[in-house]
């Protein structure tokens, strides 16, 4: 069982207090990676929000061969932030050569563009990158989004922050939103793009668990949309199934929860909305999720979101100060990065609940 983590907070902060949300839950994580998605950016990257942020870790050639890309899609360098690496000998990291956090302008004739054509430009802009690469084997292109920093590593997480100078509060790396967790995929083949959080047109997600419905849930999303791809993790499915429900069909987030656990014919029986879950469940039934998972999202209006599986095998809860929000898989996270919060005001989601916390820090709780 690992453990998953997010802050969200009204005051930018550093990424040194995702791994103070991670660490003291080192029982549920075995040092074998880090991983964080960082959104409502500020910093050194607070004045280019509205311009598309490239995360890459590369090779040489993988570098070259990404800005050949990019000047040949008429994408203009805007920002480039590169980290200050700390390379003292005997840390536990598998780092790559090149680090890439990048800024463009769009090309100009989608400066003026419709967000949706935006979207689905960037969308194919990344998958387009992931396939070059891949191919050639030089490197990963793990986010390209407005106002998202995405970086994953595969090593101890303690070292892998020491490495990118994590835990020097600089001021130049700081967000609103940080979803974390401190865990290489172990399930599966350890490779970079199978660490949690995952990433897709502006919705983020990791996951605590496992999806006994994984193979159902890929062969069916393969086939919904162009961006499901790679499923180096089963965790990918329910991040496919958010975007899904919320980007592709525009439904309400409390839906969400009726797709992946629905709830047992009988009980939708007695439901004023009866006929409405009926065609969820014949509809999408191939969407439903199995075993024992907590799930972390982040949605592009930089809500955050968290719901469990239907008996609640995995553990979660909210905390905050009126500042600050986390959520945690162990109250030892919480209090570290909350230490100040009222512990009886904190939520521990139920298995029948997708809990939202809004931009504004409210907490809604939303029952199937």
Request: include cysteine; charged fraction near 25%.
């Amino acid at each position: 069982m690992c453990r998953i983590g997010a802050i969200k907070s009204k005051v930018a902060f550093h990424p040194s207090q995702a791994l103070r949300l991670m660490l003291p839950q080192q029982e549920g994580h075995d040092n074998s990676g880090f991983a964080m998605v960082m959104q409502d950016l500020e910093g050194v990257f607070g004045q280019y929000k509205d311009k598309p942020l490239l995360s890459l870790a590369c090779t040489q050639k993988g570098a070259q061969m990404v800005e050949n890309y990019m000047e040949a899609h008429n994408f203009t360098r805007a920002y480039e932030w590169v980290p200050k690496l700390n390379r003292k000998p005997g840390l536990d990291i598998k780092a790559m050569p090149h680090y890439i956090f990048r800024c463009y302008d769009y090309p100009e004739q989608y400066q003026n563009a419709a967000q949706a054509a935006k979207e689905e430009l960037l969308l194919d802009t990344r998958l387009a990158l992931r396939a070059m690469l891949e191919k050639e084997d030089q490197g990963y292109a793990f986010s390209l989004w407005p106002d998202v920093l995405t970086l994953k590593e595969i090593g101890d997480p303690r070292d892998i922050a020491v490495y990118f100078r994590l835990w020097d509060d600089s001021g130049e790396l700081m967000a609103k939103n940080v979803v974390v967790q401190c865990r290489q995929n172990t399930n599966y083949e350890i490779v970079r793009y199978a660490a949690h959080p995952f990433f897709i047109q502006g919705y983020t997600l990791c996951a605590n668990g496992e999806n006994t419905f994984y193979t159902k849930n890929k062969e069916y999303q393969k086939s919904l949309h162009r961006g499901y791809i790679g499923f180096e993790s089963d965790s990918q499915n329910f991040l496919y199934t958010l975007h899904y429900v919320l980007h592709q069909l525009k439904w309400p987030i409390k839906y969400y929860k009726h797709v992946v656990t629905p709830l047992p014919f009988e009980e939708i029986e007695k439901r004023p909305d009866k006929a409405e879950l009926k065609l969820i469940r014949q509809s999408l039934g191939h969407l439903e999720i199995n075993g024992p998972n907590t799930i972390i999202g982040m949605l592009p209006n930089n809500s955050l979101i968290t719901c469990c599986d239907s008996k609640k095998l995995r553990p979660v809860v909210i905390g905050g100060d009126g500042t600050t929000i986390a959520i945690s898989s162990e109250v030892c996270g919480l209090n570290v990065v909350v230490p100040d919060r009222d512990p009886a005001c904190d939520v521990y989601p139920d298995e029948r609940e997708v809990v939202v916390i809004t931009p504004d820090l409210e907490v809604q709780r939303w029952k199937q």
